[in-house]
């Protein structure tokens, strides 16, 4: 699946295609293809691209040929670039992970789930004969618990209509508790062979969540944590992942960790540690990963504020 692929290290592309203004300015030249050269230059080997729905699809549920066509540029500087791409929904019609996007009533809405059902339907008849190159990902955080059963019955559906183009492209199916690792263990058995867990890490948010001005519990940042003050090491990472990993072993299938990474607040001397630990844990255990984000998005690895530290930092990567 992800290892035959020759999926291991990547990074993602946040802010790009998602979580932004959606200008002409930003879809444009927020990344561009020097960052894909410079991306294998620093030896990852693929990236993950959040995509919000209405990039791609109207307001009315036809597609968007021009959203389309730039994932479509995207896949080819990575073919240049010799990257591979995982394609992650990031928003969906009625949902987003982030309350501040006001959209509502996917899980219990059959227009949005058909409108889901045909954004999936139209990557797959465009991507889906390159199963050696793409990745499909479903959606992005699923929410609350009581969204779980309904999510299921979704996600089953959607492959079962994606398998009609593209029965070769591994799919990753993530949890609730937004794709918590923990929450892994209450996914269905895998839909087919094709389907792997994903689940995004940002364990313990009270460090690399402190100061995000966007969770109300981490926002004050009058009393620093200090990364020997949060308790992390490799032994919190096996002991947080053991039930992941035993889930997937049972199932016969693989783990995805499509987010990690440290808020911009941390000094990155003390970010460096917690990267070590976990990457240690994921290495380890052979689990493919994606760190958030390349640039900017408050974790930006590009960024000038990671330059003293960014040679040790990727060679951990």
Known sequence: MLKEMGIREGVNLGGWFSQCDYSQERLDNFITEADFAQIAAWGFDHVRLP??????????????????????????????????????????????????????????????????????????????????QVVFELLNEVTEERYLRPWMRIARECVRRIRRYAPETVILLGSYH???????????????????????????????????????????????????????????FEELFAPAIAKA?????????????????????????????IHAVLERHGIARSAWSYKEMDFGLADARMDAVREELLNLL
Not at 188 to 194: G, H, R
Not at 201 to 210: A, I, L, M, W
């Open 249 to 277: 072993e049972k199932e016969g299938t693989e783990l995805y960790c499509g987010e990690y990474g440290v808020i911009d607040v941390v000094p990155p001397k003390e970010a460096l540690p917690w990267f070590r630990a």
């Open 178 to 236: 937004y794709n918590g690792v923990r929450e892994v263990t209450a996914l269905d058995p895998p839909f087919d062979a094709k389907v792997a867990y994903n689940f995004h890490c940002y364990e313990p948010h009270r460090f690399t969540h402190q100061g995000a001005y966007w969770e109300a519990p981490y926002r004050d940042i009058s009393e620093r944590l200090r990364f020997d003050e949060c308790g992390v090491s490799e032994a919190y």
């Open 51 to 132: 995509v919000d729905y209405n990039v791609v699809q109207n307001a009315d549920g036809s597609r968007k040929e021009d959203g389309l066509r730039r994932i479509d540029g995207a896949l080819a500087l990575c073919e240049r670039c010799g990257l591979k791409l995982v394609l992650d929904l990031h928003k969906t019609p009625g949902y987003s992970f982030d309350a501040g996007e006001k959209e509502a009533g996917f899980f219990e809405s059959e227009a949005y789930q058909e409108r889901f059902y045909a954004l999936w339907e139209s990557f797959a008849a465009r991507y889906g004969d390159r199963p050696e």
